[in-house]
Each structure stands twice: as structure tokens, then as C-alpha cells.
T-cell receptor, first 115, second 114 residues
Framework: LAKTTQPISMDSYEGQEVNITCSHN???????ITWYQQFPSQGPRFIIQ???TKVTNEVASLFIPADRKSSTLSLPRVSLSDTAVYYC????????????????FGRGTSLIVHP | DSGVTQTPKHLITATGQRVTLRCSPR?????VYWYQQSLDQGLQFLIQ???????AKGNILERFSAQQFPDLHSELNLSSLELGDSALYFC?????????????FGPGTRLLVL
């Protein structure tokens, strides 16, 4: 089963860089790693997706080591508005799913940014 | 605004009842996903439909069922409701069938079973 493990919570201050790591030891060869952000009482929102090495967009960077057993979401210079829950998503293609891709979210990391 | 709409926003009902949640995907998206989010279970994948056909099934109870109609909107039916079914139910959509595509989530339906 593809399962993910993330820290339950993190604290930071405005202007700092935040790195959130997700472990996904059983990730399938063909599967990507996707990160979502969720504010209270809203649906998750896509942040970034990657397969290997490093991916960067206008809001974040994603670092994936060669063994792909983990990934790190990096948020540069966070602000108060980055206070949210961050989820790492991989797929589960175990026997129970019949090979279909089952989106498997971690429990999420609650990031609190302090002034 | 993701472009995905869900109705109703809130729903209060009693145990044993049946409710229907509705989702309209983004224009052009063929896949619809349903998720349940509760405080103790996190975000749980229930089921995916692609162009009217069931594509993948997660931890969906037998009391729950879903379908996707020709106009691509989807409905999630929850029956014989129990207190533990109280949760946020999200619908998401993506352009094609691949589960690894970016999913666009709706605002959710908050269900309270009393």
C-alpha cells in the first residue's frame, strides 16, 4: 500500500523558508508526487507536482531524491496567508485496487505562520 | 474559484435518512472524484468516475453510491445515515482519466447527521 507520512504540525515566522517532508516508501515506479494546500472549510488546492529531482513554480519548490521514497515541499518566505494544511498525495495501485490509481492523501501538515 | 460546484453547502439530517450530494465538474473535465473528510480520518478517497463509468473505488461504504450522468455532473447518494457519516464531502474533477492529473476541488458539502 502506498502510504504517506508527514509531520502533524509545523510553526514558522513570516519571511522564513519552510520545508515540509513527506515519506512515501512504497511509491510506484510510474507515480508522481503531488502537494495540495487546504484552508479551513475549503477544498484542497493544487500547489505542485513532480516525479524526480526538483520542480519549481511561482509558489513553491519540490525536491525529490533519487530513490523517490520521500519528497520535500519548500515554501520560500512564508506569509501569514500560508497558514494552512499541506497534503502530500501519491497513488495506491495495490491488489485491492485492481491496478487502478487510488489517490492516497496523507494526514496533512498543519503549518502555522506567526507574525 | 476552482470551477467545480457542489450543492448543497450544508445539510442537516437525521440518522437512518438518505441524502444526495451533487457535483458539477469544471467545464471540459471528464473525471469526477468524491472524497470524505472527517476530523479523525483525514481526506479519504471514495470513488472516481470517468465519462460516466466507474473508474476507481476507494473506501466507500456499501450504503454509499455514486453515478455520473451524460452531462458529466455527478451525485453521491448516502443512505441509512449514521452519526459517523457526519463529515465534509468534497468533489474534485480533472480533464482525463489519469488519477495523477491535477484535481480541482469544489467547496464541499458539510453533512451533519443528528
Amino acid at each position: 500500500l502506498a502510504k504517506t507520512t508527514q509531520p502533524i504540525s509545523m510553526d514558522s515566522y513570516e519571511g522564513q523558508e519552510v520545508n515540509i517532508t513527506c515519506s512515501h516508501n512504497n511509491i510506484a515506479t510510474n507515480d508522481y508526487i503531488t502537494w495540495y494546500q487546504q484552508f479551513p472549510s475549503q477544498g484542497p488546492r493544487f500547489i505542485i507536482q513532480g516525479y524526480k529531482t526538483k520542480v519549481t513554480n511561482e509558489v513553491a519548490s519540490l525536491f525529490i531524491p533519487a530513490d523517490r521514497k520521500s519528497s520535500t515541499l519548500s515554501l520560500p518566505r512564508v506569509s501569514l496567508s500560508d497558514t494552512a494544511v499541506y497534503y502530500c498525495l501519491v497513488g495506491d495501485r495495490g491488489p485491492a485496487s485492481g491496478g487502478s490509481y487510488i489517490p492516497t492523501f496523507g494526514r496533512g501538515t498543519s503549518l502555522i505562520v506567526h507574525p | 474559484d476552482s470551477g467545480v460546484t457542489q450543492t448543497p453547502k450544508h445539510l442537516i439530517t437525521a440518522t437512518g435518512q438518505r441524502v444526495t450530494l451533487r457535483c458539477s465538474p469544471r467545464s471540459g473535465d471528464l473525471s469526477v472524484y468524491w472524497y470524505q473528510q472527517s476530523l479523525d480520518q483525514g481526506l479519504q478517497f471514495l470513488i472516481q468516475y470517468y465519462n460516466g463509468e466507474e473508474r476507481a473505488k476507494g473506501n466507500i461504504l456499501e450504503r454509499f453510491s455514486a453515478q455520473q450522468f451524460p452531462d458529466l455532473h455527478s451525485e453521491l447518494n448516502l443512505s441509512s445515515l449514521e452519526l459517523g457519516d457526519s463529515a465534509l464531502y468534497f468533489c474534485a474533477s480533472s480533464p482525463r482519466v489519469a488519477g495523477q492529473e491535477t484535481q480541482y476541488f469544489g467547496p464541499g458539502t458539510r453533512l451533519l447527521v443528528l
